[in-house]
């Protein structure tokens, strides 16, 4: 079995960002408290991912430091852009380089292939998937043929005509995506972006998005868009049946209610 955890939306913001949004001081506090308990678990996972908007401004002073909260986590780490990051001040603080490309790649992590794609569009809230990377994911598909895909990208494909057209990539993007993953064995495509817990199943892979480290969206509100407390993470493990997904609250504070200990636990039937 293959654990790792899926992190998503940290959406961190240093002091001197300029940042106007008052929901965001908490969010380092948040991210370094999720490094120590993906640190303190008795299994560790294989290797951790944050799929996009690392940091709501995309300065360099917000990627710093989330780079020196991160330091100290245990497992590997997988990065991807969103549309809140900026790649100019990503490319520089992570790779110590000045460009403004796309961030793309892929490795082999706890047997699975994980191949990671760039949705960011800039100055936009929906995401798309470009020329260069359909090109780039055409061959990492080819590369390890005997591993089962995971796909990263923080817009998830969307998954029909009348879906609001921000809260994914493109229907062209989504619909050769689709062409493209047809008879790879894909275990899941891991996004987040619109802040709730969700797992669609979209050509037979799930999607698996996390509400992040930042808000949530009040599922009631069916008119507006109403953001309400709430954050989370992902706890995913690959089987070769298939896969599992456990979303750990973390805000508002659980209120524990009761302890049944293990002994006990373990004599039930």
Same mark, same amino acid.
Request: with cysteine.
């Given at each position: 079995?293959? #654990?790792?955890?899926?992190?998503?939306?940290?959406?961190?913001?240093? $002091?001197?960002?300029?940042?106007?949004?008052? =929901?965001?001081?908490?969010?380092?506090?948040?991210?370094?408290? &999720?490094?120590? /308990?993906? =640190?303190?678990?008795?299994?560790?996972?294989?290797?951790?991912?944050?799929?996009?908007?690392?940091?709501?401004?995309? !300065?360099?002073? $917000?990627?710093?430091?989330?780079? !020196?909260?991160?330091? +100290?986590?245990?497992?590997? *780490?997988?990065?991807?852009?969103?549309?809140?990051?900026?790649?100019?001040?990503?490319?520089?603080?992570?790779?110590?380089?000045?460009?403004?490309?796309?961030?793309?790649?892929?490795? &082999?992590?706890?047997?699975?292939?994980?191949?990671?794609?760039?949705?960011?569009?800039?100055?936009?809230?929906?995401?798309?998937?470009?020329?260069?990377?359909?090109?780039?994911?055409?061959?990492? *598909?080819?590369?390890?043929?005997?591993?089962?895909?995971? /796909?990263?990208? %923080?817009? +998830?494909? #969307?998954?029909?005509?009348?879906?609001?057209?921000?809260? @994914?990539?493109?229907?062209?993007?989504?619909?050769?995506?689709?062409?493209?993953?047809?008879?790879?064995?894909?275990?899941?495509?891991? $996004?987040?972006?619109? %802040? /709730?817990?969700? &797992?669609?199943?979209?050509?037979?892979?799930?999607?698996?998005?996390?509400?992040?480290?930042? @808000?949530?969206?009040?599922?009631?509100?069916?008119?507006?868009?109403?953001?309400?407390?709430?954050?989370?993470?992902?706890?995913?493990?690959?089987?070769?049946?298939?896969?599992?997904? $456990?979303?750990? +609250?973390?805000?508002?504070?659980?209120?524990? *209610?009761? &302890?049944?200990?293990?002994?006990?636990?373990?004599?039930? @039937?």
């Amino acid at each position: 079995m293959t #654990r790792f955890i899926h992190l998503t939306d940290l959406h961190v913001s240093h $002091s001197n960002s300029g940042d106007p949004s008052a =929901n965001v001081a908490d969010n380092a506090p948040m991210l370094e408290k &999720v490094v120590a /308990i993906i =640190n303190a678990m008795d299994r560790q996972p294989d290797f951790v991912v944050a799929s996009g908007d690392l940091t709501n401004m995309g !300065d360099p002073d $917000s990627y710093a430091m989330l780079r !020196d909260i991160l330091a +100290p986590l245990a497992p590997p *780490l997988v990065l991807a852009l969103g549309n809140h990051d900026k790649r100019e001040g990503f490319h520089q603080v992570f790779e110590g380089t000045s460009s403004d490309a796309p961030f793309f790649h892929d490795r &082999v992590l706890g047997g699975l292939h994980v191949v990671t794609l760039d949705t960011l569009v800039p100055g936009r809230v929906a995401g798309t998937i470009g020329a260069a990377q359909f090109d780039y994911l055409a061959l990492a *598909l080819g590369r390890h043929a005997d591993l089962p895909k995971l /796909i990263v990208m %923080h817009h +998830p494909p #969307r998954i029909d005509d009348g879906g609001l057209p921000w809260g @994914s990539i493109d229907m062209d993007s989504t619909n050769r995506l689709a062409q493209m993953l047809r008879g790879h064995a894909v275990a899941a495509i891991l $996004s987040g972006h619109i %802040h /709730i817990d969700q &797992v669609n199943h979209w050509n037979g892979i799930p999607i698996v998005v996390a509400k992040g480290l930042n @808000s949530t969206v009040d599922l009631l509100e069916t008119h507006d868009l109403r953001l309400i407390e709430g954050r989370s993470f992902g706890i995913c493990d690959w089987r070769p049946t298939g896969l599992s997904v $456990s979303f750990v +609250p973390l805000s508002p504070e659980p209120r524990e *209610l009761g &302890v049944i200990d293990r002994a006990r636990l373990l004599a039930f @039937s």
